[in-house]
Nanobody
Framework: QVQLVESGGGLVQAGGSLRLSCAGSGSINRFNLMGWYRQAPGNERELVAH???????NYLDSVKDRFTISIDNAKNTVYLQMNSLKPEDTAVYFC????????WGKGTLVTVSS
């Protein structure tokens, strides 16, 4: 049983910062890929960023230069440092990981006030 547990969401003013963490546990050695998706009310879930175990990253265009994803393979943990947050970043952020299948966290709410 693989579990992903997110933390770090909350309320922040525009221009502020938050750091999300997602720790994976269970019968795994190492995830091939970990990342973050988000879903705002009325919108589809979209990829924010992902990172391979080798460190290759990919970002949503609108968050490039503001968000940074990193991974600690030894801890099966992925982080998302979010700077210069905007109201349009408000969403539920879901952790995603891949290893012989796709796994999801329950989500953490990020609210950015104007």
């Amino acid at each position: 049983q693989v579990q992903l547990v997110e933390s770090g969401g909350g309320l922040v003013q525009a221009g502020g910062s938050l750091r999300l963490s997602c720790a994976g546990s269970g019968s795994i050695n190492r995830f091939n890929l970990m990342g973050w998706y988000r879903q705002a009310p009325g919108n589809e879930r979209e990829l924010v960023a992902h990172i391979t175990s080798g460190g290759k990253t990919n970002y949503l265009d609108s968050v490039k230069d503001r968000f940074t994803i990193s991974i600690d393979n030894a801890k099966n943990t992925v982080y998302l440092q979010m700077n210069s947050l905007k109201p349009e970043d408000t969403a539920v952020y879901f952790c995603h990981a891949r290893w012989l299948g796709d796994y999801w966290g329950k989500g953490t709410l990020v609210t950015v006030s104007s």
